[in-house]
């Protein structure tokens, strides 16, 4: 199968696919940090969108459109920033292949677009961490998994939320984070995006080994 995994430096889930041994590279306009440049399209998605994939996995950027940012929508409105990431994600919706999934978390385009077709956290998957991330799915099922303990062990071994860590804001205020969002938080910011997007290995794993099997819907 030939599948595009698009918007993803890290390779995770492309390299997922590829010890399955799928036909899987990912793209990026960022250099890869996966290891495999061989795997990689440093470019602009839509320029090797064409290329004739049975499967797109889309990571478009949510600066502009998840809710965490809210504080600055208006500003982002007006400038045109919003929109340029509410066309972006779309044109992921519309690419010409058959079998898409779109990644993003709790934001505006369930709003703009539809309501998510599933909503996932790490630690269904196996890893002890909380991060609520949405899934628009075309022509794919919803990842299977087992958010309740001692149930379906054959399919992921479930684990906790992880640690949560407290965090005093520059107003005083004090919020409370999961531990990697702490530690993406500390990272200089010029890396904190990408450190926030990358994809657990355990949603990865199960992407590949659920969706690799996929036949035509």
């Known amino acids: 199968m030939k599948v595009l995994v698009a918007c993803e430096e890290s390779q995770a889930v492309t390299i997922e696919f590829r010890k ?4 899987a590279f990912s793209c990026d306009i960022l250099p890869c940090s996966g290891g495999h440049p ?5 470019q602009d998605v839509f320029e090797v969108i064409d290329m004739g994939w049975d499967m797109m996995i889309a990571f478009p950027p949510c600066t502009h459109l998840a809710v965490s940012g809210a504080a600055h929508f208006e500003k982002k409105r007006a400038d045109g920033r919003q929109q ?3 066309d972006f994600f779309m044109a992921m919706v519309n690419a010409p292949i058959h079998h ?8 505006i385009m369930s709003n703009i677009y539809k309501k998510p077709s599933q909503i996932i956290q790490p ?9 609520t991330t949405c899934l628009w799915l075309k ?25 949560f860590r407290k965090f005093v804001k520059a107003d005083g205020k004090i919020a409370t984070f999961s531990a990697w969002e702490y530690e993406c938080a500390k ?17 990865a794993k199960a992407m590949a080994e659920q969706w690799g099997n996929i036949t035509k819907l």
């Open 20 to 23: 399955l041994g799928h036909e």
């Open 38 to 42: 061989e795997w990689h399209y440093q």
């Open 84 to 86: 340029e990431g509410i």
């Open 100 to 107: 898409i999934a779109i990644e993003n978390p709790v934001g």
């Open 123 to 131: 630690y269904y998957f196996g890893d002890e961490a909380q991060k």
């Open 139 to 163: 022509n794919l099922p919803p990842l299977y998994h087992n958010s309740k303990p001692n149930l379906f062990d054959d399919v992921v071994t479930h684990s906790g939320k992880g640690e």
């Open 187 to 203: 990272s200089p910011i010029e890396i904190r995006a990408k450190l926030r997007s990358k994809t657990f290995p355990g949603i």
